[in-house]
């Protein structure tokens, strides 16, 4: 996302955060309607250009924003999307992967104001973890050619009565509603959000074997020590990485695996 967007989804989320706060759980329901927000824009080009057209007025977009959504939605989702509006956006893609964002943010508000957003945060990691050697499964959760009924009821099957409301509602957009993204990536997505929200960092950290809880502890020192902020450590084991670890903090990639350093031994010997 670039400068100008970037700079105007983060004076929405300080304008958005009291509204959430004081919402508490019923932040889940605003979140939705944000939602069906996203998906309205999404099915429409014009409505879409409209919103961001950066030659047409502020007010008049905040107003043609208000106009439509009048009524159907909650005056704090009108109040939010009318601001969206009257900002400047990059691209009016950039305007609807906000808005989504910001959905986002408040389903994951509602985990927070009943204590159990690290809950939902673990348990998003856990279901990507699960999901590591069915590939099946993962195909079937992506593949958009299928019904969003039929993939909703693969994620219930998976989840239902198992983890929080939260977890499943964002589980099942997710599925349902991918956006152009892949199942698991959604659900990364989702979890660094989360992670976001508890002002920690998340590390992606995968093994050939299981890491002691030492080991854990010493890894996520080191890596506090170097960010200056605290880590949350999403450690994943693959018996295909011979030894070392892939670590991946946000775009920081750290690649000290034993294949890693044999291919790139092969590419400096082809070299």
Known sequence: MRGTSAASLAAAQERFEPVLRSAGADAQALGEQLFAVVGALDSSGALRR????????????AALAARILAGGFDERVVDLVSGVARSRWSSDADLVDS????????????????????????????????????????????????????????????????VD?????????????????????????????????????????????VLTEAQEDRLGALLERAYGRPVQLNVTVDPTVIGGLRIQVGADVVDSTVLSRLADARRRLAG
């Open 99 to 162: 808005l989504e964002r910001l959905g986002v943010d408040a389903v994951l508000a509602s985990a927070e104001s009943r204590g159990v957003l690290e809950t939902v945060e673990d348990e998003l990691f856990r279901l990507t973890r699960a999901l590591v050697g069915q590939r099946e499964a993962r195909q079937a959760l992506s593949d958009v050619s299928s019904a969003p009924e039929r993939r909703a009821e693969l994620v219930d099957a998976l989840v239902a009565g198992k």
């Open 50 to 61: 409209s919103l961001a057209d950066p030659s047409r007025g502020a007010e008049d977009k």
């Open 165 to 209: 409301a939260v977890t499943q509602a964002l589980a099942r957009r997710a599925t349902t509603v991918p956006r152009g993204r892949r199942f698991v990536a959604t659900l990364t997505w989702y979890g660094e959000i989360a992670a976001e929200r508890r002002k920690r960092l998340v590390a992606a950290v995968t093994s050939g074997s």
